[in-house]
Every structure is written in C-alpha cells, then in structure tokens.
C-alpha cells in the first residue's frame, strides 16, 4: 500500500489530508492520473510529486510502504 | 530549538541568531519575514500557515548545506512557523553568520528565494470577505509577499 | 533608546528590530557586525572603538533618511558601540524594516557601507604582539573587516 | 576663539583630544597647515575637518566659537 498525502488547497479539494491506495508499482505518472480520475481538478493544481519527502520524477516507480505526497506550488515565507 | 525546523510557537529571531554566532563570524543577518497588514490594497486579517513538516525541514536543513557549499564558512539557521499568525507576527526566520557581511547578506537572501520554491509550505490568506491559499506566487506580477 | 545612537553598554539588537517593525513592514533584516577573533591570519585579542560621539550620531541619523529616501517605506534603526569590545561582542547593529524583502536587504547593506566611509567611528586593533588604529580600509585589498 | 578635536590616532600623535586656538577667520585649508607647523605628520593622515560636526571644504571659513574636527579615516562597523 501507498500512502497518500493532500495539503493546502487539495487536502480542501478531495476531502482529505490522508489515504491509502494500492499504487505500488505504479509510476508517478500513472499516480497523477489516477488522482485525476477520482478527484477532478487535481491535474490543474500544477501539483508536484514527492515520495518520501524527496520531489520525484514522472517516471518513478512506487514502492510498497512508500509515502506520496502532492505538492501544490508552495508559498512559504 | 533546532538549527531547521517548523514551529507552532512564536517565534524567538535572537535564538537563531545566537546559534550561527562563533568566533570567527565578523558578521551576521537576521531575516524576519512578518505577517502584514496590507498586500496589493487588501487588507489581511491574519494568514495560516501548514506545512508537509517532516519534508520542509529537511527542505531547510537542505537549503543550509547548499549556502556552506556556495559561501564557504557561512553558517544557517532558519525556523517558519505555522497555524494561525496575526499581523506582525514572524512567519520565518533566517539567521546567517559568515567571517564577512558580503556573504551573510547573500546568503540570507538566497536563503528567503529557496524557501519560497523548494519548501512545502503554504499560506492562506484570510481577508474580511474571503480566504484563499496562495499559490505559485514567483508567476504574480510584483512578487508576492515582503 | 534612541533610533541612531552611540552606546558603551552591551547591545541587545533584538530592541532595534522591534522599533523598526510596524503593521506595514513584511520584512526586518537585522545586522550584527562582531569582533570577529581571526583577520588575515592575525589573531585579535580585543578591539577598541572611538568615536566623535555627537557628529557620528548626527550621521547614523543621515544614513537613515538617505534610506528612507532611496527606498520609500523602510525604516531604519542603527547603534554602534564604543568602547573595549571582546571577541563575539556585537561593535554594531543596523535594522531595516520594509514593506517588502528586497528592500530591506538592499537597504541594510547600503548602511553598513555608509557607515564605514561617514560615520566618525575608530576602531584600534589590539593583537598580542601589538596595535593599530584601523583606518581607510576601503583602500586595502579584500576591504576591511566582516 | 576655535575648540579643536583629535581622535583615534591624532589624538595619539597630538597628545591631546582637544585644545582652544585662536584662528577665527581662518579657512580650513589654513588650519591644516597650522596644524601641520605644530603637529608634524598630522598632514599625511588622510584627515578631514568637521566643523560643527559637519564635513568641511577646505575653503570655508572658521568662525569664532566654532568646533573643529580633525577626522581619520573612519574604521566603524
């Protein structure tokens, strides 16, 4: 299992700030599109991927355990 | 205290200051980003602040080893805090010691433009008609805060 | 205490930040200048500063309208010490708050280089084997100290 | 009457911080060479005068009652 973590404006858009899913062996590719199928408007969020805690690449691979976290752009400071 | 993290508590500037300070620093800045009242003509009542918190604080710590390595002998401390922050209050602190001001001066300020692209971390503005999270701010016209 | 001033007594630059921040200013940059123990390989013991106190304040006190001139909206508070100083102390503190961060950088750098070439301040380098007034150092290679 | 100041090292070299002398009506570039004749060395300081705690050109004139200032090359920060 993958778990799954929404902030900001997304965790506002789907509802949660945490999820479980089975996307393991998944890219983080096919993990947007998956995210967009169940939570349209996601895709607009000009969101990026982080997998634990590090800022992946479309074409990284999950791994059972892993932590994915979406990323809207941030605005800190 | 640690030398990066997220807080939920006001923010203390002189500690992080006293850490960076050794006997060979000549000079150090301090950077206090501060909630204000007014930004492109609203007026803010207060802002909340979230972070993915384990990541932003590696982000920080992140963001000091990329200044020793481009300001050699420059030393960082940086702290942002979030929840719910009034006007006024300080949302981030960056501290930076260096043998001369050159460096601490532009450290400090990559430290800030870091910061604002690599470090999850989000702020919702909250106006007297309405809320917004604030988002990829470098596109606006003008910046966005400070 | 006073925005531009000359003090004998330790500085807690904590203060000169807090008078300088209003509703307005989403960014303080605060400077501490040390007596740093090594410069260009000599060790400094102590140093001692002088200072032709009425005119040096009458100029910390230009600086800040010269700031407040070039970069409208900042505000500045400045004090340097006088006196035997060891090494870590604070010699001067500048702070600068602005409604945005650019500003306040540029304009706290910009007073601590008006300092060095206005501001009727001395500083006596004392090493173990000896000591020296330090003057015009813009003229030395690698400028002067910090 | 003019009161004048030394500091750093011309108050060294002077042996003195500040001392009265009668040179109202004299410029500043007569000063220099006043202080030149009774303090040898003071002329390659690099020094500038103040009057009244302002910087001074070499042209303006010493009034009576006037605070002149012989400054070093400043060495604060």
Redesign the interface.
Known sequence: MITLHYFAGLRELTGTSQEQADLAGKTVEELMEWAADKYPGIERASARVAINEEYALPADVLEDGDAAAFIPPVSGG | MKAFEVVTEPIN??IY?DFV??????????????????TKGVRTLYLA????V???E?KLAQIGREIEEKWPGAQAAIA?RIGELQ??DI??VIAVSS???KA??EA??YA?ER??????????EIWEDGEE?????KKKPE????
Chains 1, 4 share one sequence.
């Open positions: 500037p002189q200051a300070l050794r006997p060979e620093a000549g000079a150090v800045t301090l950077f206090t980003g501060h909630v204000r009242e007014w602040y979230e972070a993915y384990p990541m932003a590696k942002h006007i006024s949302a981030v043998p001369h001001r601490a001066y400090n300020e800030i910061i604002k692209e690599i470090v999850p971390i989000w702020k919702k999270w604030i988002g990829d701010q910046g966005g805060n400070q």
